[in-house]
């Protein structure tokens, strides 16, 4: 009798978002995949029924995209069955760290890092194997089939989550001074473990590696961050884990647009680039300036400007100097003592006041109006805030226990996994100016500059749509939550706050929606959500209506404010709604029309979008069950309907959002009406 075996390691949300870099984030995100992927290969490919993973192997510069959890069809009875797992499992570990051959990704970190340790003691070793061998977590389980797989899968996944429940603990200590990165394990040191021998053991890591911009001054790291951090160095993991080009960091993100605009008009300032970096040199030497590949600069990696951009300028050495340097570089916010010191240089007052002038005028002279496909655009400085899309589908488990049999299972498997590699990535970095962490088909995150991110969740949750309806699997639907941060905002807090958006669209918005956190720097945060079609409108296709206007300065940017009076004085829970729709609206157009340049067709459709935005949504659409439910047998949880007063607090947040995302946008000049 066959059985199924149901694999899943971890810890994933954790893990991923212990990191301080983009670069550690991607890099987590590609070792579960990879890990996931070896313990697939001890089996038979026509074993697999999730996920098919010939159609999700990633390449040096591709987002991990096999999930890590995988299911198998084992054609034995259960001894061999439980056998065949076992050697999964090992596979996996093995894959991680062997400490016996010092082989795996770990062993392989090991014996690169410590040839920049003078003298590594036992006990440093030890402490490494410690931290590493009980890190990973591997949980599998064998369930027989009977005939009727809606009912074995069911039983399977049942079974797994409470295998899951049984939490393997290690009682081993990790004291001492704490990992900068995790704040869980300690770091390493070779000595005593004083906050002296600690302290001199990183900076003396710092010096010694060929790298100096791979360890801050402040890190102080355990083995599981140093992992995250060197895995690509070691000449036998770059098989797996190799970066042929550096992941962007927040800033270069933010930063990404404007970069762009320079590439595109680089005839007029590659000169004023090339006076920007020698005012950079003069502070940091040019080795520690440029991140270096093989002694040469190296770029960080966009697609979307690898298409687009001539290849004779991506080829001309200004230009490459220019996409090697961080992007923390072209902010003035950062363009600071401690981010020369960050980088290994030096600063006086008047170097970095040239060097501040020299942006200035890099920055001013890429504002002025150019012709772009027969219109006149005014680009925008460079934008200090980027985005951090999370998506996920909504109730796929539940979906996956009533597709009747192995063969759909597989069908729905491959069009998941081609949805990721193909259409996840045409959209994040073809299309526009982000980056993947990772997508797995139904699940993505993905870091996106301001301009870019809406378009983009509204896009690939109409596409995901459309291409699983294509392939005959109807009615699957993604939520998503989206964080927007000013790029030196805590990179951990970032993705925890993205998450906890797509919990919002899931569960106060009664999935098949969008929730957003827009977290400033200073002042208020804000939090807004909603349905993606409300009354057979698209609520993102109305809001990017408002950042046009908004962008082309067709509506006041008090509106937000205006809008605040509004509501105060008239959505009163105690007040007498008869007749209040109609004053309401009276007011608002008011409100709108003292924004000279909107004509009335503005005026009105501008109205129209507000009223839209403040409809009750349809009870019958609201299932806002707990995202971590498994079991589809109860029923929806529906949320008490939002008062007028939520409702319009809710518009005049997307309102402020809208306003918040023109300001990164493009604009076109003399725009009327």
Known sequence: MSHLIVVSIGPVQGYISQSRRTQD???SSRILSYLTGMGIQQVASDWVIYPRIDENKADENTAANIPNRFIIRHPDDQKEAVETAKQIEAAIRNAWFDEENLTGIAGHTW??????????????????????????????????????????????????????????????????????????????????????????????????????SLISTSDRLSALSVVKRMAHEPEKNLGELKIEARFPSTSSIAAAPFRYAVLQNWGDLHEDVDNYLKTLKTMIPADQLYFHKNGKPNPEYFRKIELEIDRSILDDRKAINFRSIDGDFLFE???????????GGSASDEQLSDARKALDKLVTKALQPRQQNGKEIIHPPPHPYLAILSMDGDKMGQHVSTLGDVGRHRSFSSNLAQFARNEVTKIVEEQHLGRLVYAG????????????????????????????????????????????????????????????AQEDAKENYGRCAIAVRLLRRSGEHREMGMKWQLKGQSTIEQIIELVNYFTNDQLAHNLPFELEHLVYSMTSDQAIEDGMDAARAAELRRIVKRRRTANESVVERVIKICTQLTQPIDPEDMDCTPVDEKEPACDPVIRPERSIAERWGNLIHWVELARFVAQAKPRLENVEG
């Open 25 to 27: 984030l991607w890099q």
């Open 441 to 500: 088909g139904d699940d993505v995150l993905a870091l996106l500059p301001v301009q870019d991110a809406l378009e983009v969740a509204n896009q690939l949750r109409q596409d995901f749509n459309d291409y699983m309806a294509d392939q005959g699997f109807h009615d699957l639907h993604m939520s998503a939550g989206i964080a927007f941060v000013h790029h030196t905002h805590n990179l951990q807090d970032a993705i925890q706050a993205a998450h906890k």
């Open 111 to 212: 014996q690169y890092f410590k040839c920049f340790v003078a003298n590594p003691s036992e006990a440093l070793f030890k402490m490494w194997s410690r931290q590493v061998s009980n890190w990973l977590e591997c949980y599998w389980v064998v369930v027989e089939e009977t005939g009727s797989y809606q009912a074995d899968i069911k039983r399977a996944n049942a079974a797994m989550s409470a295998r899951k429940m049984v939490r393997n603990f290690d009682g081993s200590a990790e004291n001492g001074f704490k990992c900068t990165i995790t704040g869980e394990h300690e770091a390493l040191h070779n000595g005593d473990g004083s906050y002296a021998n600690v302290r001199d053991f990183w900076a003396n890591i710092k010096e010694a590696q060929r790298n100096k």
């Open 333 to 343: 916010d950062t363009l600071i003592a401690n981010t020369i010191e960050e980088y």
